[in-house]
């Protein structure tokens, strides 16, 4: 099925209100925490190790809730329509930590972060759950994917350019938070809600209520999801490492915050000039060389910002640029390699599970920002960082560069090989495909063939 353009203008909407939670949270909280709300470093990467660990057990309780529901809107769509408004003022809670002790402060960040997890699993699972519903073609999943890819990075430019010149002042980059979360909550929810009135799920199912023996037979059988499930676990260990890291590396190692609106800008700007070109790598190459291209540019760019002279600030960004490149293409890559994992489920198995198979991918991205998150917060930690002082020592800022380029390169270095041994090519989708069309008509004509004995 061939999708309009306001189909995936709708779906990049969907993931641009995502975001205004899931890049808040990664790109600034660790910050946060550490420089407003005075949690110390290795507190701070606990909070962000077991939280996010608990959001993909709440990722996986959301598929199988989505699995099971059936309404006049679709299995997806009321996910959308009543649990944003909840999930975007439970961000903007997140953000305010009150002025208690540090036990205080711990207590109410566990809890509001935690209730931030299961928010957003709510939501974004459905909401994944979509693509792989509105189409089975494989370059227009690729262009549902380029979709939602660009309009996380247009919040991700937003978040950048409105933030990053209040990190130098503290005091004020309380008051900032607030306004900036509490806004948010009234434009993701219109973007939810034109998610909501465009997308359409219009493929065929045989199974409506999927049980859980069904979903745990189909996850058991499905070996491309388990391949690639470990790949991306590494893959995104290494992207959320960096993610968490950029703003220390921008105003500790090249001593201005304001390079960090450099660097996104200069990423998200490439997310923007290449994502369009990813279905046509798709087609010429294939998902999984385009997915281990990316990987390898992705790690020369770590590896020049390990050892980028802070002095000459214009070839670090230049090398996180070139990670832009990698992540540009890897990230729109990965929603179209887990749409087709369900297809090749129900080939396996019958049932079709959306939910619980975009769960389970959406478990190790969790658990891969966990990792990546806490690996930051552990690695500045134990180098010396020190919360809130103005200069940093040498060890400091080798650990910063370390979490900004020895971490990434290590796990995007595991997730190529993996991913060297994914099964699920092309050619091999197409037979799927048209294996499970057979079946289906041959199973009308049957039925067709019945009902005319009967008579």
Not at 286 to 291: A, D, T, V
Not at 303 to 313: D, H, I, Q
Not at 437 to 452: I, K, L, P, W, Y
Request: charged share 15%; glycine share 10%; hydrophobic share 50%.
């Amino acid at each position: 099925m061939k999708l309009r353009p306001r189909q995936l203008l709708g779906y990049a909407a969907g993931d641009a209100g995502n975001n205004l939670a899931f890049s808040m949270a990664s790109m600034f909280l660790l910050l946060y925490y550490t420089d407003v709300a005075g949690i110390p470093a290795a507190a701070a990467g606990t909070i962000f190790l077991v939280v996010r660990i608990w959001d993909g057990i709440g990722d996986l309780i959301a598929g199988r809730l989505v699995d099971r529901t059936s309404t006049r809107w679709g299995k997806f769509r009321p996910w959308l329509l009543f649990g944003s408004l909840p999930l975007l003022l439970i961000s903007a809670a997140t953000f305010h930590v009150p002025d208690w002790s540090l036990t205080g402060k711990l207590v109410y960040a566990y809890v509001t972060y935690s209730a931030l997890a299961m928010a957003y699993s709510l939501v974004n699972i459905p909401y994944g759950s979509l693509a792989a519903a509105m189409t089975q073609d494989s370059v227009e999943r690729s262009k549902l994917a380029t979709a939602r890819t660009m309009g996380a990075a247009t919040i991700i430019l937003l978040l950048s350019v409105v933030i990053s010149p209040q990190i130098n002042n503290a005091e004020n980059l309380q008051s900032t938070l607030t306004l900036t979360t509490l806004t948010f909550v009234i434009a993701g929810t219109a973007l939810y809600l034109f998610t909501f009135f465009t997308a359409r799920e219009t493929v065929h199912r045989d199974i409506e209520h999927v049980s859980l023996k069904h979903s745990l037979v189909t996850l058991k059988r499905n070996r491309p999801l388990i391949l690639l499930c470990v790949s991306s676990l590494f893959f995104l260990t290494a992207m959320f490492s960096l993610q968490t890291i950029g703003i220390y590396y921008a105003r500790d190692v090249l001593g201005n915050a304001n390079y960090y609106i450099a660097i996104t800008t200069a990423q998200v700007g490439l997310m923007f000039g290449l994502a369009p070109f990813v279905p046509p790598i798709v087609r010429r190459f294939g998902k999984k060389s385009g997915y281990i291209g990316g990987a390898l540019v992705m790690i020369v760019g770590a590896l020049g910002v390990l050892f980028a002279p802070s002095s000459k600030p214009y070839v670090a960004i230049g090398f996180f640029v070139l990670i832009g490149v990698g992540l540009a293409v890897v990230n729109v890559l990965l929603w179209s390699f887990e749409a087709d994992t369900v297809e090749y489920g129900e080939w396996k198995t019958g049932a079709r599970t959306e939910g619980t198979t975009y769960a389970v991918f959406s478990f190790v991205r969790k658990v891969g920002q966990a990792l990546g998150g806490a690996a930051a917060a552990y690695t500045i930690g134990l180098a010396g960082y020190v919360g809130g002082a103005e200069v940093q020592s040498a060890s400091a800022l080798w650990g910063i560069r370390a979490a900004a380029g020895l971490v990434p390169t290590v796990c995007a270095a595991v997730a190529i090989a993996v991913m060297a041994i994914y099964p699920l090519t092309e050619k091999k989708f197409r037979e799927i495909t048209a294996e499970m069309a057979q079946r289906r008509a041959e199973g009308d004509a049957g039925a067709s063939q019945t009902s005319v004995s009967g008579a």
